[in-house]
């Protein structure tokens, strides 16, 4: 079905303090993120190209060695292959990323 109210979907954490919801098709995967304040994504790589639009707070945000500071509003494209690393700032920050293929690990 093509249609979702995310209300609806079950919270998934990947990590403590990491929450997402996500929805596919054939060929990509949206995940809404909710990041506690100060979490710490450690540094890791996928095959999936990813996006990153910030809806609120902020993330310290290091992609293939340059460090930056990604607000509301703002966003990231993430390559393949390359190596990332978050830190939430000092706030709830929610995103909403992207990945194209699907990640099969973030279905269910």
Do not use: C
């Amino acid at each position: 079905m093509p249609f979702y109210n995310p209300k609806d979907r079950q919270v998934k954490d990947l990590v403590p303090g990491m929450h997402i919801r996500t929805f596919w098709g054939e060929q990509q995967l949206l995940s809404l993120v909710e990041l506690d304040a100060n979490t710490v994504l450690p540094r890791h790589s996928h095959p999936h190209e990813q996006s990153t639009y910030v809806l609120e707070g902020e993330l310290e945000f290091e992609l293939g060695g340059e460090i930056r500071i990604i607000r509301a509003g703002e966003l990231v494209i993430v390559p393949g292959g390359v190596e990332h690393f978050v830190k939430v700032g000092p706030v709830l920050t929610r995103v909403l990323d992207n990945f194209s293929p699907v990640r099969e690990d973030l279905k269910y």
